[in-house]
């Protein structure tokens, strides 16, 4: 019995972890990330993406149209992941996010973070 209690109290810890502490995996893999609209396009569900470019157009709500050299797509930004200084069309940002298929639609992407990259 008290070795019960003692793997209780050992365990009880371990699953009050949040999935946001194993975030920050960096072994093999890490950074498999797909870097084009072009590529992002042919990669399955959830497949994690950083691209570089631009948000040409506010397409509805939460809903931008991104461009790079490749191509375009559109992107879904939650409010609170937009950068809080005030930028353009013609600001280049980095976007690390996510792979969104659908059956009926075109393939977007779901945007975790958005940064803006400095001018330079």
């Given amino acids: 019995m008290k070795h019960l209690f003692a793997l209780a ?3 009880t ?12 995996y960096t072994g093999p893999d890490a950074g498999a990330a797909t870097t084009t609209v072009a590529e992002a396009r042919t990669q399955r569900d959830d497949h994690a993406v950083v691209l570089r470019g631009t948000l040409v157009a506010r397409i509805g709500d939460e809903r931008y149209q991104f461009r790079d050299v490749t191509g375009q797509i559109e992107v879904e930004i939650d409010d609170e992941d937009l950068p809080r200084r005030p930028f353009g069309a013609d600001t280049v940002v980095e976007l690390r996010g996510k ?3 659908h059956h009926f639609k075109p393939t977007d992407i779901d945007v975790d973070q958005v940064t803006v990259v400095p001018a330079g």
């Fill in 9 to 11: 109290l050992v365990a």
């Fill in 13 to 24: 810890p371990l699953g009050l972890i949040s999935a946001d502490a194993f975030a920050q």
């Fill in 99 to 101: 792979v969104d298929t």
